[in-house]
C-alpha cells in the first residue's frame, strides 16, 4: 500500500484483486499472463516484484456434462414453464465450485428476478413491490421466499429420481 501523496514516489507498493474464468483451464491461462504481464512491466521500469495468488482462490463453477443432460431432462416438469432455460455464464464466484471440483455436479438456479414480488408481511399485508432481480451481495438483495418451496421440490425429486436410476441400474431398488 503506497503513501497517498502525489508528489511522493514510495518504496513500495501492493495491488490485490480478483482473476476470473469460466473454466479451470481459462483460468491457469489467465494466471500465466497476469505473471507475464507483471514481470515484464516490473522488468521494463527496473523494479522487483512478486505475485502471489491466494490459496483458496474460487475456480470456475463447471457442470459434468452427463449429470447436466439428466438433470436439465428430471428437473423441466418442476419447472413452471416446464422446461429449463440455460443462461449465460457468469464470472461470479461460488462455494459450490469446491464441490464440483471432487464430485460429479450440476447447479441450478431457480429463477431469483422478478421486478414486481410483492409478499405478504407480518399481519397479512401486501408489502413491496420489491425487485429480486439484485443479486447476493449487494446491499438492495432480496430473496424471492416464494421459490424456497419450489427449491426444496426440486432437490426433492431430482433425489429421488436419481435413487430410482441407481436403482434401476442396479436392479437393487424398486424404479
Known sequence: VAPRRYN????????????????????????????????????????????????????????????????????????????????APTMGGEDFSFIAQKVPSVFLALGQGATDFAPLGDEGETVGPYDTTVTVHNGRFVLHEDLLRRGVALHAHLALSYLDRAGAKSGELGG
Open 8 to 87: 511522493v514516489i514510495p518504496a513500495g507498493a501492493r495491488i490485490g484483486g480478483t482473476v476470473r474464468s469460466l473454466s479451470f483451464s481459462g483460468l491457469q491461462g489467465l494466471r500465466k499472463r497476469v505473471d507475464a504481464v507483471v514481470h515484464a512491466t516490473a522488468l521494463a521500469h527496473r523494479c522487483n516484484v512478486s505475485i502471489s495468488w491466494s490459496a483458496d482462490a474460487y475456480p470456475p463453477t463447471e457442470n459434468d456434462p452427463e449429470l447436466w443432460d439428466w438433470a436439465t431432462e428430471v428437473a423441466a416438469p418442476a419447472s413452471t414453464e416446464n422446461e429449463i432455460r440455460v443462461i
